[in-house]
């Protein structure tokens, strides 16, 4: 039963009465107004809080989100979680933007972001600028994004808290006489501060539009006094920043704090009665304190007269007689906090020589006045303008001010793929088959791989780096898994060497990851292939079929002009043969183990008995028979069996040996984690899945068959007739059976009738 209009409207009216009660609490709670007296009790009970510049703020903000270790082939890296987006919803299909927009990958990056602000924070200041170059795409603008979406959330938590100061004037009607000029005589409420006042009490109120600190309003040498004081007593760490110690009143303020030091002859008590300190919250919205500028051709700050504003009218004589300016643009909106330059260099030097001195000093020159740049620059340029500004003559003199980091491409298929499995599939208003996003993450990284020099390596690797192909390089970086093509001995050298492999280029001028396709244009291959007419899914080879087209586009991208060189790098034909192959195994290992021919757990659990096994025969030690509870020598027949089925087809020493020595290399580097035989040797078990299934070739070509008829009867609606070849009912049931298990996979009726036929056509061809 629904509720009448009118029932409906009284509990709106009551939700809305509900609201309003918890956003006054809040307020309250929030202490989003006080006094001068009531902002130092504050700044006193957490002076390395309440005392902070943007530098310590925006590093302490990194802190407050916390980190995790991640660990990749080439060792343990950190991730800062603020890059997560944790406070934003998840991001469901068709949903709402959120977490989607969240940065994957770069921890390198990060971690110089971070050592940056702390560097900052040492020095006292943010006095150069964090300039992240790279690639066209290559995350540069979301990095900053997540800080900047970071600063806004962590502004409204109490950690985060941020004060200003205005200046308050009372009307004549709420205390007697003209109020702070020229009335020497005293009233009851000259003890209370003017702060907590009523808007109709209030005549006039001036906005300090620079945030400055409330205890500038104290003279340099007593606040210096009284800051360290309030640190010690608190036991801080750090040092107070050097903003809040030497830091003055911006012009207009100076300005009216001199007026009304002087009409109250000199009582800073007085004074200090006008002040209101307002809590405010940073917002890129609206330009506090987070700003993100592009290339424009113009000085980032300006100043403008107010004394004609309307509302001055109601101020103190003295000060309407005062010509007041307040100064305004982007430097002054991130006053604060952080101000990203996007595209700095694409601007003619001219109209950023500015910054030398700014950075340098802290400050910018107006015409009437300087101001104090209390905020963290962060820019952003691609490769092309950064090599043309190293060749200008004022480089030097630049470079000393700025923070160069490296932005690359990622080189983790499995890192790309989440861009797209976050950024694009929930969007994408058709069902999403499995691979579709791998295949295109696959040969976006393929396009940045970079050949190995040889020559940077020891004897005994270098011929193994020669000989390592793109495909090969990018599973090193992505699973940490060598070729199996390799001897055990080759194998371990080159796992060893992924971390030097990785930082091969970090010191040239084009390293690893600054070519190669970008995640802009994968994203436009991806939407497009959403679009296909020929597949009713997101299909992987529909993916395929719209990368075949981009690389015809040679004429736009400079990686499809790179000269293709051996081991398949810069060679796009190659790249697209290696990820067909791959989604085509792939393809054929699901299928394997949906069809139900072989429990997956069979040869699992040989493997399991041929490891240990093979333990025990390196030992020279009996293993215990589970049956009969005997202790017998390992079975030589048995691991004999297995050895061949993965390849070795000759008895071999060393290669047991080599299976011993990599369980005890995984268990170094895991140090009490449960060895797991499916994670330290994916490879054999897949050589012993493959040889299985060779010798069920043919029954698994039949299933396929089977499989096919019925998802086309599913999806066309008929049912074939018995001259075409109908199911009979036990095919049927195996083959339903079967696509039971491809649907909790992540297939629907459509995209398992691609897989199905399409692995049939290339792999089974001959059992058709």
Known sequence: MTDSPDDRAKSALSRLSDIAARVEQRFREGRRVLSFQESLELFASDPARYGRDASHYVRDMFDFFGTETIDRPWGRETRFKLFDLPWEPEVTQGGSHGRDTALVGHEETQAEVYRSLSNFVQEGRANR???????????KSTIASCILRALEHYSTLAEGALYRFHWVFPSKKTVRGAIGFGESKKTPTDTESYAHLDDHQIDARLVIELRDHPLFLLAPAERRELVHHLYNAAGCKEAPPDWLISGKLSHKSQQVYEALLSSYGGSLAETLRHVQVERYFISRRYRVGAVTIGPQLSVDAGERQITADRSLSALPTSLQA???????????????GVLELSDLLKRPLDHYRYLQLSLETGEVHLPQQTIQTNLVMIGSCNEVHLHAFREHPEFPSFRGRFELLRAPYLRVWTDEQKIYDTQVAPFVHRHVAPHATAVAA???????????DPKR??????????QLAAHEKMDLYTKGTPPDRLDSDARKLLVANIAALYHETDAASIFEGSSGVSPREIRTVVLD?????EYACLSPFAVLAEIDELCKRTSEYDWLREKPQSGGYHDTRSFRDVVRTRLLDSLEDELRIASGIVDEARYADL??????????WVKGEKIRNPITGEHEPPDERMMREVEVLIGIKVKNDDARKGIISQIAAWAIDHPGERIQNHVVFPD???????AVFAERKKALSALLRHLIGLLRERVSGQTEDQEAGALREEQRRTASLAFDRLRSMGYCERCALDAATAVLRARYSEHS
């Open 322 to 336: 005062t010509t007041l300016f307040e100064a305004f643009g982007e430097l002054v909106e991130a006053a604060g």
């Open 442 to 452: 696959q040969f976006a990284v393929l396009t940045r791989m970079r050949q190995p």
């Open 129 to 139: 600028l964090i300039l992240m170059h790279g690639p066209n795409g290559s995350a």
């Open 684 to 690: 054999l078990l897949r050589k012993l899945r493959d």
């Open 529 to 533: 292939a959403a679009q296909s007419v």
């Open 607 to 616: 493997f399991d008995r041929y490891v240990a096994n093979v333990s025990m």
């Open 457 to 466: 390596y020891p004897d005994n690797l270098a011929p193994i780096l020669s």
